[in-house]
């Protein structure tokens, strides 16, 4: 048996699907947060000294760090999705991500801010990654602007769609770019990242809370998405049926 | 490990709680006004069909 | 007459059409290099005029001051074609949107981005650089400008006959202006110490451009589809 997925493009039957599983999400959402956090706060202080602390930042800093990126490029692949087959509830998931993706991506440079206080001695130092988490932010308040500032929502849903997969194109070369300003001596010049030199433990509560927000990264996305098919579809006679229940 | 220690954090609380605090604040906010956009929604579809229905 | 002469032809005569349009309008022209002119010429008397801050900083605002510059010429683009009916002709033309696009581009550039790299002297001369330093500015600016024209015109098309759309385009392209910002203003930098060392910087312009060149005129096009729709 195949399912037809072509069946949840449409807006009609998208939206009662995601009513139903927003609250799904949220609450594997919540208790990866519970969970994460605990094992944070109290199954790591034998492994953090006094002096190491603010190690804490970092998990809510990776997690966001990730979803950050992660979002950039599931808002980039529904808008890939939305120019090809011309489905309009792509370009509706695309428009919903972006605000989450750019709300991640400062809650990544505020509290790298406060990790860099700590850990280094500056709010903000030029590094590659901060300056690339900082241009990321850029890329998603230029596809929003853009979404916004056109009135006729076909356009703006091409147009924006156009724009993140110019933005995708540019990203490797802006990362590189960054990463690397002198190609003379192009050596990594920032911590590597990872994950297996990271204490076991710690590293438990960073995926924890990685799969945390990404559940509510889901949930929120859900829920948005529902208010954009109600205010696009309003002239619609199920959403004129559906308002008409709700009363 | 005692309330105080715990938020106090070895010293580092003001940061660490700052970190975690917009976090949390950020995230409610967001559900809290996507929640209220629907709402809004709802009540402006609900009054226009009520236009509607008069005419 | 062959498909890919007539192609060239009509290359030809867009170029020449909008170099000819310009030309009728030649306070256009000069606002945006006298843009590029007071804006260099205004951080010396913000930063202070020592010699020696000024040639480290020279570099970097000769780039951020041309990236502004061609970022505000960039809103006349497709502007005046959209108004008076021409884009929508352009559209139907039997030959490749891109390749028209491109010969608008070709035309901004050598009307907004050429004049930068011959002013680029003046920059030399009172940021006190060094002739082999100027070279390679200028270089680097001739390589460099027209990736940024042809990144530009992406978002040029993507914000036509939009309410406030100078500003929204800044939004759009600057970010997409780092890397040509990067190494245009250090291969500069590293002229100061060695010329040999800007090679490296200025194989990557070179690549940036031809990147620019294959893939902007095509994305071009099809943001100028979407908003004439």
């Given at each position: 048996?195949?399912?037809?997925?072509?069946?949840?493009?449409?807006?009609?039957?998208?939206?009662?699907?995601?009513?139903?599983?927003?609250?799904?999400?949220?609450?594997?959402?919540?208790?990866?947060?519970?969970?994460?956090?605990?094992?944070?706060?109290?199954?790591?202080?034998?492994?953090?000294?006094?002096?190491?602390?603010?190690?804490?930042?970092?998990?809510?800093?990776?997690?966001?760090?990730?979803?950050?990126?992660?979002?950039?490029?599931?808002?980039?692949?529904?808008?890939?999705?939305?120019?090809?087959?011309?489905?309009?509830?792509?370009?509706?998931?695309?428009?919903?991500?972006?605000?989450?993706?750019?709300?991640?991506?400062?809650?990544?440079?505020?509290?790298?801010?406060?990790?860099?206080?700590?850990?280094?001695?500056?709010?903000?130092?030029?590094?590659?990654?901060?300056?690339?988490?900082?241009?990321?932010?850029?890329?998603?308040?230029?596809?929003?602007?853009?979404?916004?500032?056109?009135?006729?929502?076909?356009?703006?849903?091409?147009?924006?769609?156009?724009?993140?997969?110019?933005?995708?194109i540019?990203?490797?070369?802006?990362?590189w770019?960054?990463?690397?300003?002198?190609?003379?001596?192009?050596?990594?010049?920032?911590?590597?990242?990872?994950?297996?030199?990271?204490?076991?433990?710690?590293?438990?509560?960073?995926?924890?809370?990685?799969?945390?927000?990404?559940?509510?990264?889901?949930?929120?996305?859900?829920?948005?998405?529902?208010n954009?098919?109600?205010?696009?579809?309003r002239?619609?006679?199920?959403v004129?049926?559906?308002?008409?229940?709700?009363? | 490990?005692?309330?105080?220690?715990?938020?106090?954090m070895?010293?580092?609380?003001?940061?660490?709680?700052?970190?975690?605090?917009?976090?949390?604040?950020?995230?409610?906010?967001?559900?809290v006004?996507?929640?209220?956009?629907?709402?809004?929604?709802?009540?402006?579809?609900?009054?226009?069909?009520?236009?509607?229905?008069?005419? | 007459?062959?498909?890919?002469?007539?192609?060239?032809?009509?290359?030809?005569?867009?170029?020449?059409?909008?170099?000819?349009?310009?030309?009728?309008?030649?306070?256009?022209?000069?606002?945006?290099?006298?843009?590029?002119?007071?804006v260099?010429?205004?951080?010396?008397?913000?930063?202070?005029?020592?010699?020696?801050?000024?040639?480290?900083?020279?570099?970097?605002?000769?780039?951020v001051?041309?990236?502004?510059?061609?970022?505000?010429?960039?809103?006349?683009?497709?502007?005046?074609?959209?108004?008076?009916?021409?884009?929508?002709?352009?559209?139907?033309?039997p030959?490749?949107?891109?390749?028209?696009?491109?010969?608008?581009?070709?035309?901004?550039?050598?009307?907004?981005?050429?004049?930068?790299?011959?002013i680029?002297?003046?920059?030399?001369?009172?940021?006190?650089?060094?002739?082999?330093?100027?070279?390679?500015?200028?270089?680097?600016?001739?390589?460099?400008?027209?990736?940024?024209?042809?990144?530009?015109?992406?978002?040029?098309?993507?914000?036509?006959?939009?309410?406030?759309?100078?500003?929204?385009?800044?939004?759009?392209?600057?970010?997409?202006?780092?890397?040509?910002?990067?190494?245009?203003a250090?291969?500069?930098?590293?002229?100061?110490?060695?010329?040999?060392?800007?090679?490296?910087?200025?194989?990557?312009?070179?690549?940036?451009?031809?990147?620019?060149?294959?893939?902007?005129?095509?994305?071009?096009?099809?943001?100028?589809?979407?908003?004439?729709?």
């Amino acid at each position: 048996m195949s399912i037809n997925w072509f069946k949840y493009s449409s807006p009609q039957t998208f939206y009662p699907l995601a009513g139903k599983m927003t609250p799904w999400f949220n609450w594997i959402a919540g208790i990866l947060a519970v969970v994460g956090l605990y094992w944070g706060f109290f199954e790591t202080p034998h492994i953090l000294s006094e002096q190491k602390q603010y190690y804490r930042i970092l998990f809510v800093h990776v997690p966001a760090a990730w979803m950050s990126m992660w979002l950039y490029l599931m808002m980039v692949g529904w808008a890939v999705v939305g120019l090809i087959f011309n489905t309009r509830l792509s370009f509706m998931m695309a428009a919903s991500i972006a605000p989450s993706g750019a709300i991640f991506t400062f809650l990544t440079l505020w509290t790298g801010a406060f990790w860099g206080q700590t850990s280094w001695g500056t709010w903000w130092d030029w590094d590659p990654r901060m300056t690339s988490e900082l241009i990321l932010l850029f890329l998603y308040v230029g596809y929003m602007a853009l979404q916004s500032a056109i009135d006729d929502t076909r356009r703006a849903d091409r147009a924006s769609a156009l724009l993140a997969l110019v933005g995708a194109i540019c990203i490797p070369i802006i990362y590189w770019s960054v990463n690397c300003p002198d190609p003379n001596e192009c050596t990594a010049l920032h911590q590597q990242s990872s994950m297996s030199a990271v204490e076991p433990n710690i590293r438990i509560a960073w995926l924890i809370m990685v799969f945390s927000f990404w559940m509510y990264a889901f949930a929120i996305a859900f829920m948005r998405v529902r208010n954009v098919i109600l205010e696009r579809e309003r002239n619609a006679a199920w959403v004129t049926e559906l308002v008409g229940r709700k009363k | 490990m005692s309330l105080s220690e715990f938020i106090s954090m070895g010293g580092y609380g003001f940061y660490v709680w700052m970190s975690f605090g917009m976090t949390a604040l950020l995230i409610t906010a967001e559900v809290v006004y996507v929640k209220h956009q629907r709402k809004q929604i709802l009540r402006r579809l609900q009054r226009m069909a009520q236009l509607n229905a008069e005419v | 007459m062959s498909g890919k002469s007539t192609m060239l032809r009509t290359f030809r005569v867009i170029v020449m059409r909008d170099l000819t349009l310009a030309m009728r309008r030649r306070t256009d022209l000069l606002t945006t290099l006298f843009f590029f002119i007071i804006v260099v010429s205004l951080f010396p008397l913000g930063v202070g005029t020592e010699k020696a801050i000024l040639r480290q900083i020279a570099p970097g605002i000769a780039w951020v001051a041309a990236l502004l510059a061609s970022m505000l010429a960039l809103e006349r683009l497709f502007a005046g074609d959209f108004q008076d009916g021409t884009l929508e002709q352009m559209l139907l033309a039997p030959q490749p949107l891109s390749v028209l696009v491109l010969a608008k581009v070709v035309a901004h550039w050598l009307l907004t981005g050429l004049p930068l790299v011959l002013i680029a002297p003046l920059v030399g001369l009172q940021y006190d650089l060094s002739a082999g330093s100027l070279g390679i500015m200028m270089l680097a600016l001739l390589i460099g400008t027209p990736t940024l024209s042809l990144v530009g015109a992406i978002g040029a098309a993507l914000t036509l006959g939009l309410r406030g759309g100078g500003v929204l385009l800044s939004l759009l392209v600057l970010p997409l202006y780092i890397p040509v910002l990067i190494y245009g203003a250090g291969a500069v930098s590293a002229s100061v110490t060695s010329i040999a060392d800007t090679q490296p910087y200025l194989m990557l312009l070179t690549g940036f451009m031809i990147f620019a060149l294959v893939l902007a005129p095509w994305a071009t096009a099809a943001a100028l589809r979407i908003s004439s729709e």
